[in-house]
């Protein structure tokens, strides 16, 4: 069964540093996903990704937030200077088609800021 | 807003019985996305349904679309202390379609043996 990959599986880092989410989608899907969810609460959307260029992007997903697909594999979030909001589970998710087509989601990136 | 209600929030029951979760909106979904998560793991998917009245069965899991494609429900029968976990809802919406999912706030469900 193929599989989302991300990497690392928990990030600390001190509040003002930057850090980078990393994420292998499915080798044959073409849109792209990250989501969080802070602890207790829901799933929330930050930003889709298709045709190497930012489809959508939630309130969330400001000027601190970048993505990049940089060789057709990895597919990146960075946070350019974290703040103690940013603490939650990041998961990045990937699909062929999102019509009548399911999404497969990483097992996530626990980041904690300090 | 869109917003996707799930209810209920929390649900404990024995072993053997049957029971329903909901999912209801004000907005009409293209389609509508049932996910099963276990602490500390992703959302693992168990269906999506995209027709209005559409009805899919996955073992003793029933799942139905509404007609009006606003509301969707998961059925279990004779739960099992197996089908514990966090069942989430999910719709994509139809205008400005980028495959954004809007997730509900998720049902924690318990089955006691």
């Known amino acids: 069964e193929p599989e989302v990959t991300q990497t690392p599986s928990h990030q600390v880092t001190q509040m003002g540093q930057e850090v980078i989410l990393r994420c292998v989608p499915i080798s044959n899907h073409l849109y792209f996903y990250w989501y969080r969810q802070i602890l207790g609460q829901k799933v929330e959307f930050l930003v889709s990704f298709y045709n190497n260029e930012i489809s959508e992007k939630s309130e969330i997903f400001d000027d601190q937030f970048s993505v990049e697909r940089p060789d057709g594999s990895n597919f990146t979030l960075k946070i350019r200077s974290t703040k103690l909001e940013d603490s939650a589970m990041y998961f990045c998710?990937?699909?062929?088609?999102?019509?009548?087509?399911?999404?497969?989601f990483g097992s996530g990136t626990r980041l904690t800021v300090v | 807003t869109q917003l996707l209600e799930q209810s209920p929030q929390f649900l404990s029951i024995q072993e053997g019985e049957n029971l329903t979760v909901y999912c209801n909106s004000s907005?009409?979904?293209?389609?509508l996305q049932w996910y099963r998560q276990e602490p500390g793991e992703g959302p693992v998917l168990l269906v999506t349904v995209v027709t209005g009245g559409e009805v899919k069965k996955l073992k003793r899991l029933t799942f139905q679309f509404g007609d009006a494609r606003k509301d969707s429900s998961l059925h279990i029968t004779a739960a099992q202390p197996g089908d514990t976990g966090l069942y989430l809802c999910a719709g994509t919406l139809g205008s400005g379609n980028t495959g954004k999912l809007i997730f509900g706030q998720g049902t924690t469900l318990q089955v006691k043996p």
């Open positions: 998710a990937s699909t062929l088609t999102f019509f009548n087509y399911g999404y497969t």
């Open positions: 907005s009409v979904f293209s389609s």
